[in-house]
């Protein structure tokens, strides 16, 4: 029936509210009962719900100092981009081009880039590497020369930026994090 009809199979197995982020909040925020826990009667598990609300991704994030041109509707957005593929289950999601078939990614590029790496999976670790390519962006507001509470703040860092000094402590303060 799949392979005979996937129209059929995706309006009746593909719900509209699995295309929202409250859907895959479902199992991406999770609390873990004391049964399992054996300490206390509430413990969280992950929460990867809240982070996307709260994110500029979102749209939704009032705290947040980021914001992508469009917010992203949900966390397939990201996490399962297109790629081309022959499978008879295949879309032409771009309405110009009707010579290339596509479907979402199942990778989750980023959602856990250390599974791949424990699994002894290179070629899946080099995919999330390339994912994350340039997907962050450090602002540094100010610096204290000597690194310390009682150092003078320069801020705000722009438009003028001091000069950093080469092998001092002082550059590695405000060069890394501790």
Same mark, same amino acid.
């Given at each position: 029936?799949?392979?005979?009809?996937?129209?059929?199979?995706?309006?009746?197995?593909?719900?509209?509210?699995?295309?929202?982020?409250?859907?895959?909040? /479902?199992? *991406?925020?999770?609390?873990?009962?004391?049964?399992?826990?054996?300490?206390?009667?509430? &413990?969280?598990?992950?929460?990867?719900?809240?982070?996307?609300?709260?994110?500029?991704?979102?749209?939704?994030?009032?705290?947040?100092?980021?914001?992508?041109?469009?917010?992203?509707?949900?966390?397939?957005?990201?996490?399962?981009? &297109?790629?081309?593929?022959?499978?008879?289950?295949?879309?032409?999601?771009?309405?110009?081009?009707?010579?290339?078939?596509?479907? *979402?990614? *199942?990778?989750?590029?980023?959602?856990?880039?250390?599974?791949? *790496? &424990?699994?002894?999976?290179?070629?899946?670790?080099?995919?999330?590497?390339?994912?994350?390519?340039?997907?962050?962006?450090?602002?540094?507001?100010?610096?204290?020369?000597?690194?310390?509470?009682?150092?003078? &703040?320069?801020?705000?860092?722009?438009?003028?930026?001091?000069?950093?000094?080469?092998?001092?402590? /002082?550059?590695?303060?405000?060069?890394?994090?501790?």
């Amino acid at each position: 029936m799949v392979k005979a009809k996937p129209e059929f199979h995706k309006k009746t197995f593909l719900k509209p509210f699995m295309r929202t982020e409250e859907f895959c909040s /479902t199992c *991406h925020k999770v609390s873990i009962p004391q049964e399992l826990n054996k300490y206390k009667e509430f &413990l969280r598990g992950q929460n990867h719900y809240d982070t996307y609300l709260l994110s500029g991704v979102s749209g939704h994030g009032a705290r947040s100092f980021y914001y992508p041109e469009k917010a992203v509707r949900n966390c397939a957005g990201c996490h399962m981009p &297109l790629k081309e593929s022959q499978d008879f289950g295949a879309n032409f999601f771009n309405p110009t081009n009707t010579s290339t078939r596509y479907i *979402h990614a *199942h990778l989750f590029p980023a959602a856990n880039t250390g599974i791949a *790496h &424990l699994r002894g999976r290179p070629d899946i670790v080099k995919a999330q590497q390339e994912f994350l390519k340039g997907a962050l962006r450090v602002d540094i507001f100010g610096v204290k020369e000597g690194g310390t509470i009682e150092s003078v &703040l320069e801020a705000p860092l722009r438009p003028n930026v001091p000069a950093l000094k080469r092998g001092s402590d /002082t550059c590695w303060r405000w060069c890394s994090a501790p």
